[in-house]
Every structure is written in structure tokens, then in C-alpha cells.
């Protein structure tokens, strides 16, 4: 059964950081690109960061320069370094895996979400 758990959020003043983790448990395919989304009250979920299975990296403008996506392969978990932390990232924050049997099928697994609430 697969399950992905994510950890490290909390509550953190502006110009704070945080670090997310997200362990990737019973994933029997192979996993193509992990990614990080949050989504805040009234507002839709969005993409903040993925990471291919080559560790190639993709950010949305909000976070670049900010936020750091890594993973550990061999772990199967991956990570969101947060800096320079603002009131407007406070969301959900979503753990995704997107792993393939082959035969250009995908499957699209995510996790329950973790709060981060950026306030003073």
C-alpha cells in the first residue's frame, strides 16, 4: 500500500524557515518526478517545486531563490528547504509522487499535507 507522509511543518515568523520532508512508502514503480504543492484556504492547490528522478528541479517564481527541493533516492524521501519564509506561504503543503509501471501509465500519489503557517 503506498503512503506518503509528510513532516516539519509548523508555525514560523516572517524571514523564518522550515523544512519539509516526505517519505515515500510502499512504491512498487518507478517513481518519475516528485514534486511539492500547497494550496492555501479560498485558493487553489499549486505547484511549488519538483524534482525529476535525475534530480533536475523545477520552482515556481513565488519560491525561486528561496525554497530548495532535494531527495534521497536510496530513501525514497524528499525534502523542502524553506528560507526567508512569508505570510503568503502559509498553506497546505502536499507531498506528490508520480511513479510509472511503464507504457505511459502514471500514477499520481499524494499525501495528507502538512500545515505552514508564516505570521508574527
Known amino acids: 500500500q503506498v503512503q506518503l507522509v509528510e513532516s516539519g511543518g509548523g508555525l514560523v515568523q516572517p524571514g523564518g524557515s522550515l523544512r519539509l520532508s516526505c517519505a515515500a512508502n510502499?512504491?512498487?514503480?518507478?517513481?518519475?518526478?516528485m514534486g511539492w504543492y500547497r494550496q492555501a484556504p479560498g485558493k487553489q492547490r499549486e505547484l511549488v517545486a519538483t524534482?525529476?528522478?535525475?534530480?533536475?528541479?523545477n520552482y515556481a517564481d513565488s519560491v525561486k531563490g528561496r525554497f530548495t527541493i532535494s531527495r534521497d533516492n536510496a530513501k525514497n524521501m524528499m525534502y523542502l528547504q524553506m528560507n526567508s519564509l512569508k505570510p503568503e506561504d502559509t498553506a497546505l503543503y502536499y507531498c506528490?509522487?508520480?511513479?510509472?509501471?511503464?507504457?505511459?501509465?502514471?500514477?499520481?500519489?499524494w499525501g495528507q499535507g502538512t500545515q505552514v503557517t508564516v505570521s508574527s
Open positions: 506528490n509522487v508520480r511513479a510509472t509501471p511503464g507504457w505511459s501509465i502514471n500514477y499520481d500519489y
Open positions: 524534482i525529476t528522478s535525475g534530480s533536475s528541479t
Open positions: 510502499g512504491i512498487t514503480f518507478r517513481i518519475v518526478v
